[in-house]
């Protein structure tokens, strides 16, 4: 698939307030600094689309891009920063969690892991409370240009494996890195298949 057109729309501070029309949406969401904003514009081939930054917390709204007048993509604030407050952790918490239960446009969440680090409690948590919540999802391994292809493959099996005491069927994982645009057709063939299903 060929992203003709891609355009920053709004960004909600609760889900109520989030585009009222009935396109299908993929929400990216995963720690903070993860990568989200970086992969959402590597998808598009629209750097400064989504807003990046070195420092964790960028992100701090549900902010929605149309794609190709069609379909939206949206960037999500990261979970797990420990520098912020709890009541600001809290009132994230929240509204990430509202957005996923509650919009009914929301076709496939894609949780992002750097795939550098051996899995972490809080993503396993959140992986594990979409899948008791019947939400569908996909892994996105990020920045894989900071290892060895072999490195990496080999990290990601060892992250899923890990899942396999608790969840019988595995979900769908993509390698990536935003650097080097890797793993960028196959994600965007993949929302086009799930588009046209
Ligand atoms: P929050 O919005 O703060 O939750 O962060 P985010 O998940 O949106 O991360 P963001 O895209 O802002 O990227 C965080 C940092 O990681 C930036 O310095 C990016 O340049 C860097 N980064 C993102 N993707 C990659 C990648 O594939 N490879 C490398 N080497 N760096 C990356
Ligand atoms: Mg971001």
Redesign the pocket.
């Known amino acids: 698939m060929d992203i003709k057109k891609s355009e920053f729309v709004i960004s909600s501070p609760t889900v109520g307030k989030c585009p009222a029309d009935n396109k299908p949406e993929y929400a990216f969401i ?10 959402i514009n590597m998808l598009c081939n629209h750097k400064g689309l ?1 807003k ?3 420092t ?4 701090l709204l549900i902010n929605h891009f149309i794609i190709n007048n069609e379909w939206y993509l949206v ?1 999500l ?2 979970y797990g ?1 420990a520098k912020r407050s709890k009541t600001v952790q809290k009132k994230l918490e929240q509204m990430i969690s509202s957005y996923i239960l509650q919009r009914k446009q929301l076709v496939n969440v894609f949780v ?1 892991i750097d795939v550098r680090h051996e899995q972490q409690k809080i993503d396993r948590e959140f992986v594990d409370w979409l899948g008791e919540s019947n939400v569908p999802f996909t892994i996105v391994f ?5 290892l060895t292809p072999g490195k990496a493959k080999q990290n990601a099996a060892q992250w899923l494996d890990r899942l396999k005491d608790r969840w019988e069927t595995l979900p769908p994982y993509y390698i ?5 645009k890797q793993g960028r057709e196959e994600l965007l063939n993949y929302i086009e298949e799930i588009n046209n299903t």
Do not use: I, Q, W
């Open positions: 995963g720690r903070s600094n993860v990568g989200k904003s970086s992969l989504a990046t930054s070195a964790p917390g960028k992100t960037d604030p990261g920063f992002l990020t920045k894989a240009d900071k990536t890195s935003s650097e080097k």
